[in-house]
C-alpha cells in the first residue's frame, strides 16, 4: 500500500482502460504506485513538510492529490501493459499521466495554481503578493533538510527520465562524457 493509494483503487481505475484484462499483478501495481508515492513526495516537498499534515498537525492527504496519484499510477501501468504487449499505447493514457504531472507541478509553481490545505515545510512562506518566499539558511535537522547546492550541476544538461514524456527519454552520451569531465 502506498502512501496516496491503494492497488485496490488502482485496479479499479485500470479496469475502465483495459476491461478485463487482468495481466497485471498487484506486486507490479505496488512498485508502480511506490514509483508515483516517489514522484509525489519529490514534487510536494519543494513546499510542503512531508508526511502531509493539516494545520493542526494531524495527517491529512486531500482528495486532490490521492486521485492525481490513482491516474497516474494508473497510467504506468497502462504503459507497461502497452509495452508488454507490443500495444500501440493510447493517447488517452498517455495525455492522463501529463496532465496529473502537471497538475502536481501546479501545486508547487510559485506562484501557486493550486494550493493544498497542508502545512508548509520549515523555511516556506506565503508572501502577501500570493508567491512562495524561502528561507535560505540551511539546517541540520534531517526533516528540513534542503540544499541549493546542485541547483546550477547540471546546466545544460537534459535529464535521462524526462517525467512529462517517458517514451521518448533517451541517454545522450555527449552529454554523459561532458558530466564525467566536468566531475574531474
Do not use: H
Amino acid at each position: 500500500m502506498g502512501t496516496y493509494t491503494t492497488a485496490a483503487l488502482v485496479k479499479a481505475n485500470y479496469k475502465r482502460f483495459a476491461a478485463g484484462n487482468q495481466s497485471i499483478t498487484d506486486p507490479q501495481i505496488e512498485s508502480f504506485i511506490a514509483q508515483v508515492d516517489a514522484i509525489v513526495d519529490g514534487m510536494l516537498y519543494k513546499i510542503y513538510a512531508l508526511p502531509l499534515v493539516n494545520g493542526a498537525d494531524v495527517s491529512y492527504i486531500p482528495n486532490i492529490v490521492k486521485t492525481v496519484a490513482v491516474e497516474m499510477a494508473t497510467a504506468r501501468c497502462l504503459k507497461f501493459y502497452y509495452d508488454s504487449n507490443q500495444v500501440e499505447e493510447n493517447e488517452i493514457v498517455r495525455n492522463n499521466w501529463k496532465d496529473n504531472l502537471a497538475m502536481l507541478k501546479g501545486m508547487v509553481s510559485n506562484p501557486p495554481e493550486m494550493l493544498l490545505p497542508c502545512k508548509f515545510r520549515e523555511g516556506v512562506r506565503l508572501n502577501d503578493a500570493g508567491k512562495f518566499e524561502f528561507n535560505q539558511n540551511l539546517t541540520n535537522d534531517s526533516a528540513t533538510f534542503w540544499s541549493t547546492a546542485m541547483d546550477n550541476a547540471g546546466e545544460g544538461m537534459q535529464p535521462i527520465f524526462d517525467l512529462d514524456d517517458w517514451t521518448d527519454s533517451q541517454v545522450d552520451n555527449e552529454k554523459l562524457s561532458e558530466l564525467s569531465e566536468r566531475r574531474k
